[in-house]
């Protein structure tokens, strides 16, 4: 094939300013679902905040008492007023083990000097390794270290043995309802502040995503089911006990020929715990950035030791995919060392991830968030470009839900 002189004049030019001034691979832009895009900005910071601010009013949420039921009553009406369907408790007994012996229960009581490490290798919860400076962490249990009368006041019924709950609400699938993915989040806090973070920020995600799937415009081919879960501070028992009741059930119609499947085959399940504070690491001399890094991001981990890690670590880089395309501000990162949170009872059985604000082993083991399980974790504690981050965690997770379920504008 001939061409004309001037078109292979302009087509070697172009080549040769290619070579010369551009990069070798140009910047593609990321395929955008529209429906899914309206979807997450039916998310909004000041919703999310309210959100979280309503939890607070709960005090700590302390599993086994008043305040810990008072929440549960409280989301669940939420749910309802959402529209979210079918909202049910998971009902069974906790009772407090004894108590370890050889154990460091006081750790993180008294504030203690920051470790600096220097070339050693020192190992951290879920396979972690800690870098860097390092501080004690704990649960304080003393609740003079609260300042606010009031919430002393509130958080003063101690946990009693006996029976725990649960909530849960469910969008059913169009086309498959007998498949389901599972989002969570834990409800329940303990160290005499307002659990604002650990985990309001959480739950108030799951509950935020619930609102938006539950519009009446909004369609997913595949069941959601959102999950607040109980006990999560004393051992994950809360999401032990869904699946000791609930795992034998799965996929099956009940009653038969009527198309309703009261528990879904699970297909994944997505944690969140703590979303909102990204300040760092502390500094050396034990005090920490009081603003947001600019540099906060995401961190969604599976657990490279589960029986279902390969699907989990497809399943992390899908939720890291969806932030690229649809969360707004922070970006998010992907690591392999998912631990001490709902989704660990899941990961042997189905693909399971969680997103938090930093890595559970790394980051926040070495003490990188002051406010966890401390009275300062508090709904003033925290500053918009906090709460920002919780948000940036909802639209990952609800575009990451949307694209795994086909959900959409009708
Ligand atoms: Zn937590």
Redesign the pocket.
């Known amino acids: 094939m001939k061409l004309p002189r001037m078109k292979l004049f302009v087509l070697g030019f172009a080549v040769v300013a290619a070579a010369t001034t551009l990069p070798a691979q140009q910047p593609t832009a990321p395929v955008i679902n529209e429906s899914i895009r309206t979807l997450v900005s039916r998310l909004d910071l000041e919703k999310y905040k309210a959100t979280v601010k309503g939890l607070t009013q709960f005090g700590d949420r302390r599993q086994g008492t008043k305040r810990n039921r008072d929440a549960a009553d409280w989301i669940e009406a939420q749910l309802k007023s959402y529209g979210c369907a079918n909202v049910e408790r998971i009902t069974y007994e906790y009772k407090t083990p004894p108590p370890r012996t050889g154990g460091n229960a006081a750790a993180g009581q008294k504030p203690q000097a920051p470790i600096i490490a220097s070339g050693e290798m020192r190992m951290g919860p879920g396979g972690s390794r800690y870098r860097g400076i390092t501080r004690r962490t704990g649960v304080n249990t003393d609740p003079m270290k609260q300042p606010d009368e009031k919430l002393r006041a509130l958080n003063s019924e101690p946990a009693v043995d006996g029976p725990r709950q649960d909530v849960v609400c469910t969008k059913v699938g169009s086309t498959h309802p007998e498949e389901m993915y599972i989002v969570g ?2 409800f329940d ?1 303990h160290g005499w502040g307002e ?1 604002a973070n ?2 309001g920020s ?1 739950t108030a995600l799951v509950m935020e995503l619930a609102r938006v799937f539950s519009m009446p415009d909004v369609v997913s081919d595949r069941t959601i089911r959102f999950a607040l879960w109980n006990n ?2 004393t051992g994950t028992n809360g999401a032990r006990a869904y699946i000791e009741q609930r795992q034998k059930l799965q996929g099956k119609e009940d009653p038969p020929g009527s198309g309703r499947y009261p528990e879904p085959k699970w297909l994944g399940m997505i944690q969140h ?2 979303m909102m504070w990204d300040h760092g690491m502390p500094r050396a001399d034990g005090t920490w950035n009081p603003e947001q890094r600019p540099e906060a991001d995401v961190n969604i981990e599976f657990q490279s030791t589960a029986k279902r890690a390969d699907e989990a670590m497809k399943l992390a880089f899908l939720f890291r995919e969806a932030n690229e395309k649809y969360a707004t501000d922070y970006p998010a990162a992907v690591g392999p060392h998912m631990t ?2 709902d989704s660990g009872p899941f990961m042997d059985i189905v693909p399971a991830i969680s997103l938090r604000e930093n890595e559970r082993g790394m980051h926040t083991g070495a003490g990188w968030n002051p406010t966890w399980h401390q009275p300062i974790d508090v709904f003033a504690t925290f500053s918009d470009k906090d709460f920002r981050l919780g948000l940036n965690a909802a639209q990952t997770t609800l575009a990451g839900v949307a694209t795994l379920t086909n959900a959409r504008l009708k």
Do not use: K, S, Y
């Open positions: 989040a834990h806090g659990a650990d985990d959480g999560e501070e715990d703590m001490n949170t």
